[in-house]
C-alpha cells in the first residue's frame, strides 16, 4: 500500500480560503527508462488526482511523465460547510489510493 | 601561528572527559573551527528547508511511516519484530543514528546503523539481511534515525574508534581520481562557495538517510559517498566495504555536536 500524508485544515470559517496539502509514495516511472538489459521499464505513474468536498469535485488534476516521484500537490478551495474532503489518486495499473480528511466549518 | 589558529588549537584540548580524549587526539589546526561549524540544512534554498520542516511536506516522512510498519512486524525464522525486543522506538531509539556509526566487538570494526540493523536481522530475527538501499533497510533506518531527530551527534565514547576515525580523515585529505580532488578541499576549504551552481556545503552527515531531490529517493550516506567519488572521477567503494564505514565515522566525528535532522531533505 502506498503511503499518503494529506494536510487539511480541521476547522475553518465559513468563506474561508483554505490550503490542502498532499505527499504519496510513488515511483513515478516516466516509461522512458531502461533496465539494464536493454529493456524498456513500463510507465508507471498516477495519471490522476482528484479532490471532492463533500462530494463536489474541487480540484482535479492529470499527471504526466515529467512529474517527480512522489508527488506533493497543493491547492486552495473555499470553506462553505462541514463535511468530507476526499483525496483519490489513480495509477497506470489502475490502483487507487484514498484518504479523507474532515472538516468543521463555523 | 595565528590567532584563529590559536583558538582552534585551545578548543580542542578544552574538552577533559574521556570522550574528549578520543576527539581530541584527531583534532588538528586546519579543521572548520566550531564556532563556523554548521549543518548543510543552513546552506539550502528557504524553500527545501520549508519542504524539511514540515512533517507532511517532507517526503522522507513516506519512508518513516514505511519503516514505523516494519518496526512491529515480525519476520524470520524467530518470528520477532524489532519492537519484541526494542519496545517503544521512541524511548529505546532515541540518539541511537547520533552515535553511529559504533564499535562492534565481534568484527573488530565500526558497523554503521544499515549495519546494525541487518545484523540485527540475521542474528536475533532469524531473517535475510535487506539488500542495500533496499526500500526496507532505507525506511527502518530513516525511521531509528527519526528518533533522534534534534539530539547532537555524540562524541565518540569508544575509544576502540580511534584509528579508524584517524583512517577515515587520511582517505577525507587525501587526493584521488582522475580529478586529483580530496574530500576536504572541498568540504573544509571552500565550503559556502559554490561548485557551478551549487553550493558547497561542509558535508555534515546530519540527516542521514535523507531525500536528496536529485535521487528522487531516499537515499544512505553511503550512497552519497559513492556519489561523490564517482563526481571526483574516483572509483567508489562497494556498498558496506569497511573503507565506507570508516569514512562514515570520521564525518560523524567531524560533525559532532551538531543536531540531527533525519529524514532530512537536500538539493
Known sequence: ?106 | MTAAMMRRLLWSGAPGLLAGLVAAAVVRAGDIAPADKRSDYSLMSRDTQAMQDDDLANPGMLFVLDGEMLWSRKDGAENRSCADCHGDAAASMKGVAARYPAYEATLARPIDLEQRINSCRANHQGATPFAWESKELLALAAFVARQSRGVAIAEPADEKLEPFIRAGREMFERRQGQLDLSCSQCHDDNWGRRLAAAVIPQGHPTGYPLYRLEWQNLGSLQRRLRNCMFGMRAEPYAYGAPEQVELELYLMWRARGLATDSPAVRP
Open chain 1, 1 to 106: 500500500m502506498a503511503q499518503a500524508l494529506i494536510n487539511v485544515p480541521a476547522k475553518a470559517r465559513r468563506g474561508e480560503i483554505i490550503e490542502i496539502k498532499s505527499l504519496i509514495s510513488h515511483v513515478m516511472e516516466t516509461g522512458y527508462r531502461r533496465s539494464d538489459s536493454g529493456d524498456l521499464i513500463p510507465r508507471d505513474i498516477i495519471n490522476t488526482f482528484v479532490c471532492t468536498y463533500n462530494d463536489d469535485v474541487v480540484f482535479r488534476a492529470e499527471l504526466f511523465p515529467a512529474i517527480a516521484a512522489n508527488p506533493f500537490i497543493s491547492f486552495f478551495t473555499v470553506a462553505t460547510e462541514s463535511g468530507v474532503i476526499t483525496l483519490s489518486w489513480t495509477d497506470d495499473k489502475g490502483a487507487t489510493e484514498v484518504r479523507t480528511a474532515k472538516i468543521t466549518v463555523e
